[in-house]
């Protein structure tokens, strides 16, 4: 151990101490009294990890629970088929709750496999109350729980949280139970909103009536998720909405994610040309060549990022080559069967921002890792 005049200056301790996992931070502050100042203070728990298997154990140790008060921007983990990972997970969520000054960024991601037939009703429950307390939150990230998300849960960060900037609710359940009017009342009640990840038909012509009035603030990101038979059956939005919607915010980034619940009726509803898409990703079971068609023709001053699961086809290497020729401000894209060397080299020849692609020539064993380019 250091001598005292040797010892090095608290901010250099947490810098060290805040990229440990909780065991070794909590080991850390049992060594001495700087080390247990450094290992406490606010600089370290600024911005948390934690994952419920492998740090949280059945209860809430003591040592954390006096430094939630520094948690301003947490990342946690669970397993949702464990019952002791999801006990950590919902004790830690109360243990936040009414914190000052309290949350202002709250991602939540599930590893494993969710129990059948289980709606997540704890962990809901323990965000519903978080949320209600949660004044100061700006960022709340559920795209990565398996549950279905309610209209109560969307009214409860609506006037729970009204400083909220970011909202993603476009998470990967089978039944889409957030309803547009839940949506539109989010909008009002949090005028600074920036982001917002939905399912396709959580989205109104009223709600992107509402992103284009002249008194809102800059709206940058609109992420839309059609996965689930809601979003098949809803109806179209008009092509006028998003022009006006693209006119009042000229910066607005669109990214859709098209799975293969979607008809080919429906994929002809969502892709309207207006739409300022810059991620597309598309993973249809019927034809994917008429939307990569679509895309290269009318999203080609917009598109950053395509993603593509299909089975290989000359048409599809023709969509591609079409593509590659119209979008050169394209920086990735992601093909996840064989194609042609004609794509590959169109993509690298037409394309001069590209900086990662996955366009394979022959047959590899997955899962296919993607080529940087330098």
Known sequence: MAEP???????VLALIFRHLPLPDRAAAARVCR?????????AVWHDTSIS???????????????????????????????????RAATDLLTALTGRTPGLRGLCLE???????FDAGRDVLDAVHALCGAARALRHLDLR??????????VLQVAHGCPELRSLFLDNRTLVGSVGPGSVLELLEACPCLRALGLHLASLS???LEALAAPERAPFELLALRCACPEDARAPPLPDEAWAALSLRHP????????EPVLPAESVTRVLQPAVPVATLRLSLSGDTVGPVRFAARHYAATLRALEVRAAASAELDAALEELAARCAGLREVH??????PSVLHAFRARCPRLRSYTLKLTREPHPWRPTLVA
């Open 144 to 153: 990565r729980l398996p549950f279905s998300l309610d209209d109560a849960l």
């Open 205 to 207: 012509r009223t709600a």
């Open 251 to 258: 910066g607005l980034q669109v990214e859709l994610e098209l």
């Open 110 to 116: 599930c590893r494993g496999e969710k129990p059948l």
């Open 335 to 340: 093909c996840f069967c064989v194609v042609r």
């Open 5 to 11: 005049g040797e010892q090095l200056p608290e901010e």
């Open 52 to 86: 419920c298997d492998c740090e949280l154990e059945g209860m809430l140790p003591p040592y954390l629970s006096a430094c939630l008060d520094h948690v301003q921007n947490l990342w946690l983990e669970f397993e949702p088929s464990r019952k002791s990972s999801r």
């Open 34 to 42: 700087a080390w247990a100042a450094a290992a406490t203070c606010s």
